[in-house]
């Protein structure tokens, strides 16, 4: 059984930084292209960024390039959010997820991945 389990979420002050952790089993890990996605209250879950399994290539949304950074470690079947300079607008839960036949096209989509993790509450507050 696949499973995704996201860690590191916590309370912090605007400015801060924060490391989130997604740990997978049941798969390949190599093998899968790995991304994060947030939704805050009452929103629509929204891309964050994206690992390519084939190429290694790094994908960001607009409003975290620059300050976030995702990466990955084959051999620990994790892949990390390291997250910069934390905005009150970052406040979210922020899901893991997971595809072994995603499409360009599809990478930044929902709609483009299998596997999900249960989440973990990032909150940016004064």
């Known amino acids: 059984q696949v499973q995704l389990v996201e860690s590191g979420g916590g309370l912090v002050q605007p400015g801060a930084s924060l490391r989130l952790s997604c740990e997978a089993s049941?798969?390949?890990?190599?093998?899968?292209?790995m991304a994060w996605f947030r939704q805050a209250p009452g929103k629509e879950r929204e891309f964050v960024a994206v690992?390519?399994?084939?190429?290694?290539?790094?994908f960001y949304a607009d409003s975290v390039k620059g300050r976030f950074i995702i990466s990955k470690d084959n051999a620990k079947r994790t892949v990390f959010l390291q997250m910069n300079a934390l905005r009150f607008e970052d406040t979210a839960v922020y899901y893991c997820?997971?595809?072994?036949?995603?499409?360009?096209?599809?990478?930044?989509?929902?709609?483009?991945?299998?596997?999900w993790g249960q989440g973990t509450q990032v909150t940016v507050s004064s």
């Open positions: 997820a997971a595809s072994s036949s995603v499409i360009v096209s599809q990478m930044m989509s929902q709609s483009g991945y299998s596997y």
């Open positions: 049941g798969l390949t890990f190599s093998r899968y292209t």
């Open positions: 690992i390519s399994q084939r190429s290694g290539s790094l």
